[in-house]
Nanobody, 113 residues
Framework: QVQLVEFGGGLVQAGGSLRLSCAASGIIFSISGMGWYRQAPGKQRDLVATITSYGSTNYADSVKGRFTISRDGNTVYLQMNSLKPEDTAVYYC?????????WGQGTQVTVSS
């Protein structure tokens, strides 16, 4: 059984920073991809950033230049700078191994104006 646990969410003022982390535990095989999605109230879950096993990254246009995704072993991070109120959402990490996708439980990020 694979479990993902996220840390680092919270309340921050606009312009501030937060760092999210997501640690995987359980039976871990080769992870082919990791990343973050977010879901604001009443909206669909949207991709924020991804990172492959080779370190290639991809970002949503709305966060480019402000967010940075990185990984260290089975842990994935999301450094969020210059936060805006529209970044308020529940952030979910995921990882893919052997064709299966695993999700974290989500962590709330709230950015006040």
């Amino acid at each position: 059984q694979v479990q993902l646990v996220e840390f680092g969410g919270g309340l921050v003022q606009a312009g501030g920073s937060l760092r999210l982390s997501c640690a995987a535990s359980g039976i871990i095989f080769s992870i082919s991809g990791m990343g973050w999605y977010r879901q604001a109230p009443g909206k669909q879950r949207d991709l924020v950033a991804t990172i492959t096993s080779y370190g290639s990254t991809n970002y949503a246009d709305s966060v480019k230049g402000r967010f940075t995704i990185s990984r260290d072993g089975n842990t994935v991070y999301l450094q969020m700078n210059s936060l805006k109120p529209e970044d308020t959402a529940v952030y979910y990490c995921y990882h893919i191994q052997r064709g299966d996708t695993y999700w974290g439980q989500g962590t709330q990020v709230t950015v006040s104006s």
